[in-house]
């Protein structure tokens, strides 16, 4: 079997219900947004620190059924969904790591070492995710939970690029105003 269909040809592509939409559709903008962030964590392991990198590849299971639950318009029951105890997971880990780093007492520039400066920038697509799947939100009906949890493994990935810093004895620096 060949990697290539020529279904997309067109502009089209297939959604998990075998529906067919523009490939700029808001569906899509919004899963292949948080496809980028997948692939963007992929490329922060290894960070050299093995309990970041066993979040990180949860976090990289769980982007899946992200991207699985936004490409389904009509989702079953039994269909991959974010759930709630995705977000408590998340929750749980900024918790842990949180307790390692010094009060936050400013705003933070993005940047560091390589994990920690990654790490801001995959905050960023995230955020950049977050805002593609609201403005989905606003135009058919989703699982809400996916917002919900891109806006906390958003928050997640900053605590990590935090501590990934610290580890590495790489200090933060603040804005100057």
Known sequence: ?????GRGDDGETDLRDM???????????AY???????????TIRPTGHDDLDEVLEAVQN????VQADLANPDPDPDDPS?????????EGWIDEF?????????????????AGAALHHA????????RRTVELAASEPINETTVTYLNRLS?????????ANARDGESEESPSY
């Not at 948080?34 to 992929?42: K, S, T």
């Not at 400013?106 to 070492?113: A, E, R, Y």
């Open 62 to 65: 769980h982007l899946h059924v």
């Open 82 to 90: 974010v759930e709630p105890d995705h977000v408590e997971r998340l």
């Open 123 to 130: 905050r960023t697509v995230v955020r950049r995710a977050e």
């Open 32 to 42: 292949g947004t948080v496809d980028e962030a997948n692939a963007l964590v992929g």
């Open 1 to 5: 079997m060949t990697i290539y269909t």
């Open 19 to 29: 529906s067919r939409v523009s490939k700029s559709s808001h569906r899509i903008e």
């Open 98 to 114: 949180d307790g390692e780093l010094d009060p936050l007492r400013s705003f933070v520039l993005p940047g560091g070492g390589p």
């Open 155 to 163: 928050d997640l990935c900053f605590t990590l690029g935090r501590v």
